[in-house]
Nanobody
Framework: HVQLVESGGGLVQTGHSLTLSCAAS????????MGWFRQAPGKERKFVAS????????YYTDSVKGRFTISRDNARNTVFLQMSSLKPEDTAVYYC?????????????????WGQGTRVTVSS
């Protein structure tokens, strides 16, 4: 059973940057594809980005392409989400998740382990 713990959230101004981290424990981190999702206030949780088990492939939702970068360090059992040029519409609780599959999954039901989330607030 894999435990995921996100960190790095906070309050930032529009246009600024923030990096989220997700530390994994309790399992073989390097066999899992990893993803980031977010849930804005009053809205459903949605896909943001994913990365393959070895980091050779990434995938992003259109609204964050060119602004967010997902990466992973398998030696540290950690996945990152670098967010730049932040906008108020990026305000959400961000969740990391692990999927026991190849590629860069985007559907929530493909992920088996979830973190508790970290809140990001972007002020205008």
């Amino acid at each position: 059973h894999v435990q995921l713990v996100e960190s790095g959230g906070g309050l930032v101004q529009t246009g600024h940057s923030l990096t989220l981290s997700c530390a994994a424990s309790g399992g073989s981190f390097d066999v899992y594809a990893m993803g980031w999702f977010r849930q804005a206030p009053g809205k459903e949780r949605k896909f943001v980005a994913s990365i393959s088990f070895n980091g050779d492939r990434t995938y992003y939702t259109d609204s964050v392409k060119g602004r967010f970068t997902i990466s992973r360090d398998n030696a540290r059992n950690t996945v990152f989400l670098q967010m730049s040029s932040l906008k108020p519409e990026d305000t959400a609780v961000y969740y990391c998740a692990a999927a026991d599959m190849y590629g860069t999954p985007t559907a929530q039901n493909e992920y088996v382990y979830w973190g508790q989330g970290t809140r990001v607030t972007v002020s205008s």
